[in-house]
Nanobody, 127 residues
Framework: QLQLVESGGGLVQPGGSLRLSCAASGFTLDYYAIGWFRQAPGKEREGVSCINRSGGSTNYADSVKGRFTISRDNAKNTVYLQMNSLKPEDTAVYYC????????????????????WGQGTQVTVSS
């Protein structure tokens, strides 16, 4: 059974850091580009970051550039999102998702492309 499981969310003060993990089971991440998305209450799901198959190309939403870093460890079948300098507006449920890319050297954060999704992990940034 194909499964993505996010972990690492929680409550953090503004300016703090969290590292989210997304572990895959039932399949190997090697063939997939991976994205992180988030959805705040009353808002649409938005792309946060993505990483291509090799890990050599990444994309970030403007709102998180310079603060978040995506990485992958194919040996551990896991992808990470390091989140620094967190702000209250980063509060949301964070999801990881994967798709098989047609262009290997890049990734895109188009929700419709992503075939498999995790259940999400809550991140709350508040003092």
């Amino acid at each position: 059974q194909l499964q993505l499981v996010e972990s690492g969310g929680g409550l953090v003060q503004p300016g703090g850091s969290l590292r989210l993990s997304c572990a895959a089971s039932g399949f190997t991440l090697d063939y997939y580009a991976i994205g992180w998305f988030r959805q705040a209450p009353g808002k649409e799901r938005e792309g946060v970051s993505c990483i291509n198959r090799s890990g050599g190309s990444t994309n970030y939403a403007d709102s998180v550039k310079g603060r978040f870093t995506i990485s992958r460890d194919n040996a551990k079948n896991t992808v990470y999102l390091q989140m620094n300098s967190l702000k209250p507006e980063d509060t949301a449920v964070y999801y990881c998702a994967v798709y098989i890319p047609t262009v290997q050297f890049m990734c895109v954060m188009r929700t419709i492309l992503y075939a498999y999704w995790g259940q999400g992990t809550q991140v709350t940034v508040s003092s």
